[in-house]
């Protein structure tokens, strides 16, 4: 497929990083473009999710795609395939999170006129990715039910500045030991504001309700 | 538990790591410690895998375990409580990976007399693990069944710098879309020497494989 587009992203030299995300994020709302960082582990499920939620949105808002990868491009193609939505692919050279101005070099590839979300898939990493503010409006993070219920306790920047977590893959519950409400505390201790929803990538369970979520966020 | 060791890791000094990293394989070698590097996804079975294998190996062989986290030390009580063995958990406060002189910090903590193999089970991270040298005599990684075959692809640099390469929950494989001929092609792709040994951590199965690889290397 020739038309996805491929960004090489280059190292931001900008110093302070948290005041260029508020003035990223500034820019956004004059255009009124909403930014939703989309975090998780290596293989939690982000394409598969952003495809059934791109497909229940597409018809109500205009959505436009970023998906950041080390390296490949076989994200950006499946979700252009799967929903037609215009998907760029950034690629990071190595590095293992997106800052804001990294953000911003993707969103100049984006003709963001009628667009009213913006989707960046960051690189698969609970570590990194977690320091640095992109400029987005909202930080939802996916957690997979056979990464198990424990991660939380792991990885605790990450819970603490997503305001939205997505338990997926919740229709394999049953062939590992995952306990939900344990997990949910986890969340709560590390960020007591945070909203969670269950879904299943794999079936579609819960996906009107992730969709429902952002629309409400957008409009 | 008061009997888990936890040591705070500072950020190295040094410039030069691969430099550092051979100064502590040499050093390793004089004590005749065999290394190994454990990396892999958070959620991946590490700490699992782990405790089945040391539970196969220690009767045969001394072995002490690093468990690096950035915060909590669940895994070390984990492992210590099912195998016995000696056990530390190393904090690296924030920080994404460890390099030698971290890793020497955390060596320094354990008694290495009549020790035949110290296993570091590394930060839960595709990435940036995976571009410092431990000083570790082997790089072995865990890739689960859930994280899906395409993993190869979109990390390249952890499965170039791995001889070998731990499928594991292949106990699940029916209920996910994984095509493990495509993996180790991938895996191949990277790097052409991996050894790929495929494994359940929860049922045992391909731990003896694993385990003999191991005494193979440490004898």
Chains 1, 2 share one sequence.
Do not use: W
């Amino acid at each position: 497929m020739g038309n996805i587009k491929i960004i090489d992203i280059k190292r931001s030299i900008f110093e302070d990083n948290d005041k260029d995300a508020d003035k990223l994020r500034a820019e956004l709302n004059d255009k009124q473009v909403f930014l939703l960082n989309l975090m998780s582990s290596p293989g939690s499920g982000k394409t598969t999710t952003l495809i059934k939620t791109i497909n229940s949105l597409k018809e109500k808002i205009n959505i436009k795609i970023m998906e950041a990868d080390i390296d490949s491009d076989v994200d950006a193609i499946k979700i252009k395939e799967s929903t037609g939505v215009d998907t760029i692919q950034l690629h990071t050279g190595g590095m293992c999170h997106l800052d804001a101005d990294m953000t911003r070099q993707g969103l100049r590839n984006l003709d963001l006129e009628k667009t009213d979300l913006v989707i960046l898939e960051n690189v698969g990493n609970l570590v990194c990715p977690a320091e640095f503010d992109t400029g987005s409006h909202l930080n939802c993070m996916i957690l997979s039910v056979p990464e198990g219920h424990d991660k939380p306790l792991k990885y605790p920047l990450m819970f603490q500045i997503c305001d939205l977590v997505l338990i997926n893959k919740i229709d394999v519950m049953s062939v590992f030991d995952f306990d939900i409400e344990k997990c949910k505390e986890y969340i709560y201790k590390r960020n007591p504001k945070a909203t969670i929803i269950p879904i299943s990538a794999k079936t579609g369970e819960g996906i009107d309700k992730f969709a429902e979520y952002l629309l409400n966020k957008v409009k």
